[in-house]
């Protein structure tokens, strides 16, 4: 079954690349130490790979040529072009390896292998197998070898894919099976898939350098897998949501393994944060012609589900725009257009933060993720006015929805309970909106950046709600997540950590906005602050913390807006 | 009724059997009662219904079920009987025949037997329909059945009594007025059985019928009632309802009223009802008489009670003078005090509804619904519907001007109360005066009426047909706003706005196409991004949020259903919207022929919510609160 998975997904490869990031954790799988890879897309002298196989009786050089995409299946057009296979051959036959450095690997035999991710044609088979006896396997040639889109299959399977997920027991493979059956239905809670998972990564035992390369090449595969079905069915919502739990999941294990600083661990996962931040490219790309216009990211297939569709996909298209902002900052910001594409970027956020009417309207408490990476975004492109109205929007929405609706965020972001309050006109008894943590963080930012006029007009009249006064929380980590960093990449903080209240039930009474005022600062300067140096942040990977935020919506930590 | 006369009629056989054909032919071929034979009672001291009703009466008696009474208390069941009868043998007989059998039976009875009248009437139950048979054919043979004043009042007093609150008990007033009308001796008597008793409910209809004889002497004795204190009130109201020989006699009670009944604040109804009464002969009161009923009833309709500003109301809708222009003109004046009325029940509307219908032009109808508006806010009435209709098919172009300076009135409650109006009158019909009169409006207003009518609740096409003639106004700015107007309302009806357009843009000429070319380029745009959200599967929800999408849609419209089919959600805003339709099969619809294919559910929306709602209906309320209560 994983061989038709793998020949499925191996033919259909578009680029050659897209091969590499599982072809080279093969190569060192199947025994072969990497000596030279030459640039991406720039085979040198025909060869994409150069290796050293040590074998039981022998040594050699082993040069591997790629050809994936168009060139993939060996025709007699693909086989004599400029540049086609027989050029590349002979140019690999001719290009000596030499590194000065190693001069034990001067002499060694040499073998060449054709690797493609699809067949030889029938009416190219005589003339190819003819140019293979007459260049290559004789006296003082070199051996030859062509790993065809079947032999690579089996490849991977007995030696990469083997130890993760074509095991005996074949829950994995069950598992990979039931999470592509699944991915264009729609659905956002994907168990199947979870479970596979966890249970790769469970199952990975030894944590020798084989066994790591192994894990995160599965892991990959999976990635790219579920990256090439969500194509192929024109929607890549699934592979951005599989994919981001994906490497936030992979990132928690590696840091509870301490591998967060392994070099080579540190290679594998970067091809995984590239897949990740493609996908998300490819996704927003998406939106591209959208994002330019007013309530560009209304469907108008939603309906009268809207109401909450609507400012739930604002707040995801946002969050993922946010993330491809501080990736790019890392990634291209040697670019040399890269300051234009960040302002172009920078311009085309703010336009869908203020242009999407549903970007602005919290349904959930968790908005408060959402509402610190937006002002943080402002904050880095020095944009405080855009704060200012930003916050104004949020509270206005808040208000309007408190006065017309008499609700407020719900507290434990429970679907379930506002699809009732909303679709069936009537509070649902489980509906909790007597406590928030979002308002306290509105009301605070509000205040620490002057814009008093913003708490006096809404803090009486938010907190006042149902015949109670509403909590004001903050919601605080663990005092030894320092240690626990992992569990923020893994899931949703709910039972860890503990809350700080703001409940003074005489000063919302009070017509003192002034008394109000330093009541409220008073209770969140005592509060205090955690000190948190993620060993995340010190990574490349650092967006990952937005990102874990992001998708588990756990909210910002104090430090967040306080610091 | 001669009852010997009767007994000889069915004596002469031959006679007899000659008019019982007839009288089947009539009852057979439902003849109207017209054709009832004169010759029958040429012989006789009878009334051809006697004869009539009298050999009727032979044939219905040879029917098994019915036994003719002997004594009173068998009188309600043979009633009944006969009924029944006559509903099975004649089912197709007329209501005048069986009203006159009736009468003639209690009459026949009573006076053949020497009937206790009372005991036959009491006899029924209050509530019954016995109980209104017996007392329709009591007031019509009142003048023939020998009876004490005593027997007459206690007869009239339990018919009074038991079906209060029945419009019908007015006609046993009228029958007491009759019977009194002539016969002054009884009319005393019965006053005096009156005043015995200390109970002057029927002391307006005695009066009434006496009065005309005795006018001095009516007079006299109801101040003198008055004075005392018994019977005051309805001695008041009977002071209004007697019948003045001339135009002194008039004067002379008005002036009674002036000195001696009415005071400062206070109002009471029978002085009301009273003064309405005089007013109606109008030609025998003089300027100073009028002055002095008006100017009470103006005090009345500002400082009265609810129940007296009611009773003025109802009375005064119902008034009819010698003197037409004065009658318009206490109306109208009525009208104007009643604008900020209260309105406790619907009891209220009625007789203003009727009051604006006698307003001679739609002006006036309207301005009276403009400060109707002002006083009651967004509350409309239907008790006023028919008079607007009536209004505008009296005279379109007068009613179209006022409406249009009620749309774009300052005050959102007009604009709100005039877009309602236009639902109900059918504009269209004179779209003609309507494009000609608003594109001669200046660039303020045509802005403010653009605005009015598409913040309303009309159709879209309604609304959109009556702006549209804007597009041929002289000011640029004006098509601008209306084109913005357009594409907003595009972007929140999509395709209902195009279909409605493209229906006018078949009737315009070649000015107006360049304009709708102009909404149509820009159509396309809008039109362009809908094919790129349709196109996006990562925008859809049932592509993204499956699960929730359609948790959501189960519970929505399942509460949709039952809203629709609450009554006490029937004035809802956005019911307006909102049409019930049931499919039987397939799991998709789509209206008409033209628009998507849509999945789920058996009831939807015919006319769909803009799309500014969905976004987030508490905002989209709040705006269109904000927008709706402008005021300018």
């Known amino acids: 079954m994983l061989n038709i998975i793998l020949t499925r997904y191996l033919a259909n490869l578009r680029e050659r690349n897209e091969l590499d990031w599982i072809f080279a954790p093969l190569l060192q799988s199947m025994g072969y130490q990497i000596l030279d890879r030459p640039s991406q897309g720039q085979p040198e002298n025909g060869k994409d790979y150069v290796t050293l196989f040590c074998g039981e009786s022998n040594k050699r050089i082993v040069h591997f040529q790629i050809k994936a995409g168009a060139d993939k299946d060996i025709s007699s057009r693909v086989f004599t072009k400029e540049d086609g296979i027989r050029e590349s051959l002979l140019a690999a036959k001719d290009a000596k390896y030499r590194d000065l450095s190693q001069p034990e690997l001067d002499g060694l035999p040499v073998k060449i292998v054709l690797v493609h991710t699809g067949t030889l044609n029938q009416n190219c088979y005589e003339q190819f197998n003819g140019f293979i006896d007459d260049n290559f396997n004789g006296i003082n040639q070199p ?206 956020i703010t336009k869908c933060i203020f242009d999407n009417v549903g970007s602005t309207i919290p349904l959930f408490d968790n908005y408060s993720v959402t509402l610190i990476n937006i002002i943080k975004f402002f904050d880095f492109i020095k944009k405080p006015d855009f704060v200012r109205r930003y916050l104004q929007e949020v509270f206005n929405n808040i208000a309007i929805t408190k006065q017309m609706s008499q609700r407020l965020p719900e507290l434990k972001n429970n679907m379930d309970n506002l699809i009732e309050f909303i679709a069936n006109d009537e509070r649902p008894i489980e509906y909790w909106d007597s406590s928030s943590y979002l308002l306290e963080m509105l009301f605070e930012i509000s205040l620490r950046r002057g814009y008093d006029d913003l708490f006096k007009t809404y803090f009486k009249f938010l907190r006042k709600h149902n015949d109670d006064t509403v909590k004001l929380l903050v919601y605080h980590p663990p005092t030894d997540f320092i240690d626990y960093e992992h569990i923020l990449f893994q899931h949703e903080l709910i039972t860890e950590g503990y809350t700080s209240v703001f409940q003074d039930e005489l000063d919302v009474e009070s017509d003192n906005k002034d008394l109000l005022i330093d009541s409220f600062k008073k209770f969140y300067q005592d509060d205090g602050v955690e000190d948190l140096n993620l060993r995340t942040e010190s990574t490349q990977f650092l967006p990952l913390v937005f990102l874990a935020h992001s998708y588990y919506l756990t909210p910002w930590f104090p430090s967040s807006w306080r610091s | 009724m001669n009852v010997k006369e009767l007994e000889s009629l069915s004596v002469n056989k031959e006679h007899m059997n000659q008019i019982e054909q007839e009288v089947q032919t009539l009852l057979q071929e439902q003849k109207n009662y017209d054709l009832l034979d004169d010759k029958w009672s040429a012989e006789y001291d009878l009334t051809k219904w006697e004869c009539f009703n009298y050999i009727f009466l032979r044939i219905l008696s040879n029917e098994p079920e019915i036994n003719e009474p002997k004594e009173e208390s068998e009188y309600v069941t043979f009633l009944e009987h006969v009924k029944k009868t006559i509903g099975e043998r004649y089912p197709r007989l007329g209501y005048k025949f069986k009203k006159e059998l009736i009468r003639f039976l209690l009459l026949y009875y009573s006076l053949l037997y020497d009937w206790d009248i009372e005991r036959v009437i009491t006899s029924t139950k209050p509530g019954d329909y016995m109980f209104f048979e017996n007392m329709w054919a009591f007031c019509g043979i009142l003048s023939d059945l020998p009876m004490s004043s005593h027997q007459i009042l206690s007869i009239s007093t339990f018919f009074d009594e038991n079906g209060k609150g029945d419009l019908a008990i007015g006609q046993l007033y009228n029958a007491l007025t009759d019977l009194t009308n002539g016969n002054n001796a009884i009319g005393w008597e019965l006053l005096d059985c009156m005043q015995e008793k200390g109970d002057f409910r029927f002391l307006v209809a005695i009066i009434n019928g006496i009065s005309s004889e005795s006018f001095q002497k009516v007079f006299i004795y109801l101040t003198k009632l008055i004075n005392t204190g018994l019977g005051s009130p309805e001695a008041i109201m009977a002071l209004g309802f007697v019948n003045t020989p001339d135009a002194s006699s008039m004067d002379e009670i008005i002036r009674y009223f002036e000195s001696k009944i009415v005071k400062p604040d206070d109002y009471s109804i029978p002085v009301v009802m009273a003064l309405v009464n005089l007013l109606s002969k109008s030609d025998w009161l003089n300027d100073s008489n009028i002055a002095f009923i008006t100017g009470y009833f103006e005090s009345a309709m500002i400082h009265g009670v609810q129940k007296v500003k009611l009773t003025l109301l109802d009375r005064v809708s119902r008034l009819k003078t010698q003197n037409q222009e004065l009658t318009t003109e206490i109306k109208r004046k009525l009208l104007l005090l009643a604008v900020d009325l209260i309105v406790e029940n619907s009891h209220f509307l009625a007789p203003i509804s009727i009051l604006l219908h006698d307003m001679p032009n739609p002006k006036e109808v309207l301005n009276f619904i403009t400060l109707w508006a002002e006083n009651h806010g967004y509350q409309k009435e239907d008790e006023f519907t028919w008079v607007v209709k009536e209004s505008y098919r009296k005279n379109p172009l007068e009613f179209q001007e006022t409406l249009f300076s009620m749309l774009i009135s300052g005050n959102p409650y007009v604009r709100d109360y005039a877009n309602h109006i236009i639902t109900e009158v059918d504009m269209i019909k004179g779209i003609i005066s309507w494009d000609t009169m608003i594109l001669d409006s200046s660039t303020e207003t045509a802005d403010k009426l653009i605005e009015s009518i598409v913040a309303g609740m009309l159709s879209i096409k309604l609304r959109l047909r009556l702006i549209i003639p804007l597009k041929r106004h002289d000011d640029p700015s004006v098509r601008s706003h209306l084109l ?75 509460h949709q259903s039952k809203v629709m089919n609450d009554n006490s959600m029937g004035k809802s805003v956005l019911l307006q919207f909102v049409t019930k339709i049931q499919i039987g099969r397939g799991h998709h619809w789509r209206i008409g022929a033209n628009s998507s294919i849509d999945p789920l559910n058996e009831i939807k929306v015919t006319t769909p919510f803009p799309v500014t709602y969905y976004m987030s209906p508490d905002r989209y309320n709040f705006d269109a609160n904000l927008r709706r209560n402008r005021t300018w």
């Open chain 2, 484 to 558: 913005q107007w357009m594409i907003w309302l595009t972007h929140d009806y999509g395709e209902l706005v195009k279909a409605a357009i493209q229906e006018i843009h078949d009737e315009s000429n070649k000015l107006d196409k360049e304009f709708l070319d102009q909404y149509m380029s820009l159509y396309e745009v809008i039109s362009e991004i809908w094919n790129q959200k349709v196109s996006v599967k990562e925008l859809d929800p049932s592509q993204t949020n499956s699960y929730y999408f359609s948790q959501f849609n189960r519970i929505y419209h399942k």
């Open chain 1, 143 to 348: 051996d030859f070898e062509r790993w065809d889109l079947y032999k690579l299959a089996d490849l991977f399977s007995e030696h990469l894919f083997n130890e993760f997920l074509f095991t005996e027991s074949q829950i994995s493979i069950d598992l990979l099976k039931k999470t592509l059956a699944l991915l264009g239905t729609g659905d956002t809670e994907h168990p199947y898939y979870k479970e596979l998972i966890r249970t790769i990564l469970s199952s990975c035992i030894k944590k020798d350098k084989l066994s790591i390369i192994r894990l995160l090449s599965t892991l990959n595969l999976i990635g790219q897998l579920i990256f090439q079905y969500s194509q192929e069915i024109d929607n890549l919502h699934p592979a951005k949501e599989h994919v981001t739990y994906l490497i936030l999941q992979t990132w928690g294990w590696l840091l509870e393994n301490h591998l967060d600083q392994t070099p080579f661990v540190i290679e594998q996962f970067a091809y995984m944060f590239l897949l990740h931040y493609w996908i998300t490219d490819q996704y927003l790309d998406k939106f591209k012609d959208l994002l330019n216009i007013d309530n560009g990211l209304y469907s108008l297939k939603g309906s009268s589900f809207e109401t909450i569709a609507f400012p739930l996909r604002c707040t995801e298209i946002i969050n993922c725009l946010l993330y491809h902002y501080w990736c790019d900052i890392i990634l291209h910001r040697d670019n040399e257009n890269f300051e234009a594409m960040k302002t172009g970027l920078e311009n085309l």
